[in-house]
């Protein structure tokens, strides 16, 4: 009987890990723009092309353009405080992870998507919607 507990609990030990392994990292800066409405931040992760879908923007943008956006928006509908941002969902596999957020602002909440992809070792935005709740 003490075998089966301790073989249980190296099992679900074991699930655990695997299931964090799995899970999606998003990288800290990228909460902590979205948190502080920091679109220079941000746009360190961007491709240098990136399809975006802000507002009434909709379509695919050079890095620059993408935070200019991006400022803009911020700008306009200012994150509420530093735990602006919460993650709802992120999956992923090698190489690529999508993520789903909410964003608070002063002016209502906001649905956030994005896309990262991994290149050379650093993650990129390849997509990124930021649309009205």
Known sequence: MQLIKKISLVIILF??????????QVPNDII???????????SGFFNPNV???VLDNDNVYSKSQAEQIVASFFNSF??????????IHN?????????IGKL???K???????????????EYI??????KQ
Do not use: C, M, W
């Open 15 to 24: 699930l655990s890990l695997l299931t964090l392994n799995s899970t999606a």
């Open 32 to 42: 902590k723009s979205f948190d502080t409405g920091d679109s220079k931040l941000l």
């Open 51 to 53: 399809e975006l879908v």
């Open 78 to 87: 200012p994150p509420v405080d530093k735990n602006a941002f919460t993650v």
């Open 91 to 99: 999956s992923g596999k090698e190489g690529a992870k999508s993520v």
């Open 104 to 106: 608070q602002t002063t």
């Open 108 to 122: 209502g909440n906001f649905r956030v998507y994005f896309l990262l992809k991994k290149t050379d070792a650093k």
């Open 126 to 131: 390849h997509q990124l919607r930021i649309e």
